[in-house]
C-alpha cells in the first residue's frame, strides 16, 4: 500500500492573494479582548493561513494577507465577537489556483 503525503503549506503557496491596500477585509474589534479576556487565543492554531500571531505580550497580531476566506476565525472567536469580517473586494483576497 502507498502512502501519500500532502505538504499543506506547499499547496498553499500555490495560491495567490491580491492584497486591498489600506482596506483589510478582516479586523480584531478591540485588541484588549484578546489581551485580556482570551485564554486560549484560539485564532492563533485555528486559522489555516496562520494570519493571526500571539505577541509576547498576550497580544494578537493580525496580517489579513494571505487569508483564505474561510471564517475560521470569526467562527472560532464568537464567545468573544471581536472580528470583523467580510469578503474582500471584488477581484482583490485568495486567488485559487485549482478552484
Known amino acids: 500500500m502507498n502512502v501519500i503525503t500532502v505538504n499543506v503549506e506547499d499547496k498553499l503557496f500555490q495560491n495567490r492573494y491580491r492584497v486591498d491596500a489600506g482596506r483589510p477585509h478582516i479586523k480584531i474589534r478591540d485588541s484588549a479582548i484578546c489581551t485580556n479576556d482570551c485564554g486560549v487565543k484560539s485564532c492563533t492554531f485555528v486559522c489555516p493561513a496562520a494570519c493571526y500571531k500571539e505577541e509576547g505580550n498576550g497580544s494578537v497580531t493580525l496580517i489579513t494577507d494571505g ?8 467562527i472560532i472567536c464568537s464567545e468573544h465577537n471581536n472580528v470583523d469580517w467580510e469578503y474582500p473586494r471584488g477581484g482583490h483576497g485568495i486567488l485559487f489556483k485549482f478552484g
Open 67 to 74: 487569508c483564505l476566506e474561510c471564517g475560521s476565525c470569526r
